[in-house]
């Protein structure tokens, strides 16, 4: 194993189902529109939750 990230996220990807995975690009897709909309969406509290969502899907 070299480290490298993109190596981790390989091994992540394959261990999520493929219906999470689209549940989560929704997710994703949805929050950039939003923000496009309304910039003031653009909250970074908001985005921690996201990251700590997306992590705990990624690594269970």
């Known amino acids: 194993t070299s480290g490298k ?12 189902p493929a219906k999470e ?4 690009e929704m997710y ?3 929050a950039v ?4 909309e309304n910039p003031k969406l653009l909250n970074l ?4 939750e996201f990251d700590e969502w ?3 899907k990624m690594l269970r």
Not at 21 to 24: D, G, K, P, R, S
Not at 33 to 36: D, E, G, P, S
């Open 28 to 30: 994703a897709k949805t």
């Open 54 to 56: 997306l992590e705990n």
């Open 21 to 24: 995975l689209a549940e989560m």
């Open 33 to 36: 529109l939003r923000i496009l």
């Open 5 to 16: 990230p993109e190596n981790m996220a390989n091994t992540h990807s394959e261990k999520i």
């Open 45 to 48: 509290q908001k985005w921690a």
